[in-house]
């Protein structure tokens, strides 16, 4: 038995309308619901993230970071950017073999979106 792939990820959201504003200004395809449901989910290559609608007083910690691959790490750099987002820091090329950039979603959750670089035989 082996783990084949990752189906989906459930991050909570506070507002789920700013939330779905957030995703689909990244390029995110909704296909599940709308920004005033409590559920609603994108496409995300062969997975999705779900995003569910947490009560005001929810609290969470850092958890981790979800990592996209991208066809074009700069491009969507840009979008972001020309969306009114902050990116941590602009595109770069990691010791690991990706060129990625972080992103902090609205609700405070790690996205980071990254592509394997060919130069360092990584497939």
């Known amino acids: 038995m082996t783990i084949e792939s990752l189906s989906a990820i459930t991050l909570a959201t506070h507002d789920m309308a700013r939330a779905v504003t957030f995703y689909t200004s990244l390029g995110f395809e909704l296909v599940y619901g709308d920004a005033s449901g409590a559920f609603s989910t994108f ?3 062969n997975g999705y993230l779900n995003l569910i ?3 005001a007083d929810a ?3 850092w958890w981790g970071r979800v990592i996209f691959h991208v066809t ?6 840009a979008r972001a950017v020309a969306a009114g987002h ?5 595109p770069r090329d990691a010791e690991w073999g990706e060129r990625y950039f972080h992103l902090v979603d609205p609700d405070g959750h790690e996205l980071s979106f ?3 670089l ?4 990584v497939s």
């Open 43 to 45: 496409r995300a290559g």
């Open 53 to 55: 609608a947490a009560p």
């Open 59 to 61: 609290a969470w910690a």
């Open 72 to 77: 074009d790490v700069d491009a969507l750099y």
């Open 86 to 90: 902050s990116p941590e820091a602009p």
């Open 114 to 116: 990254a592509r394997r």
């Open 118 to 121: 060919k130069a360092a035989g």
